[in-house]
């Protein structure tokens, strides 16, 4: 079994910051890209951002410059380092990884969700 956990959500204001975590956890052998998407209500999920296992990276065009996303292989872990936030980001995050298990099966995996609300 493979978990994604995700923590680092909350309220802030407008022009604040605030570091989204995703742990993955299980049987796993090997994790590829890891990504983070969004959801506002009313919306389809989108793309925030993503980075491969080498560290290559891309964004959406609304976050480049002001989020950051980064991964440590050796935990298993991604970041999202969000600043000048904007009500727009309002959203729920999802954090995403396409990895073997240990049984060499390919999958893609989701964490459950951190709401993050941008407002004064």
């Known amino acids: 079994q493979v978990q994604l956990v995700e923590s680092g959500g909350g309220l802030v204001q407008p022009g604040g910051s605030l570091r989204l975590s995703c742990a993955a956890s299980?049987?796993?052998?090997?994790?590829?890209?890891m990504g983070w998407y969004r959801q506002a209500p009313g919306k389809q999920r989108e793309l925030v951002a993503g980075?491969?296992?080498?560290?290559?990276?891309n964004y959406a065009d609304s976050v480049k410059g002001r989020f950051t996303i980064s991964r440590d292989n050796a935990k298993n872990t991604v970041y999202l380092q969000m600043n000048s936030l904007k009500p727009e980001d309002t959203a729920v995050y999802y954090c995403?990884?396409?990895?073997?298990?240990?049984?060499?099966?390919?999958?893609?995996?989701w964490g459950q969700g951190t709401q993050v609300t941008v407002s004064s």
């Open positions: 299980g049987s796993i052998f090997r994790i590829n890209d």
């Open positions: 980075i491969s296992r080498g560290g290559s990276t």
């Open positions: 995403n990884a396409e990895l073997w298990d240990s049984w060499g099966t390919k999958g893609d995996y």
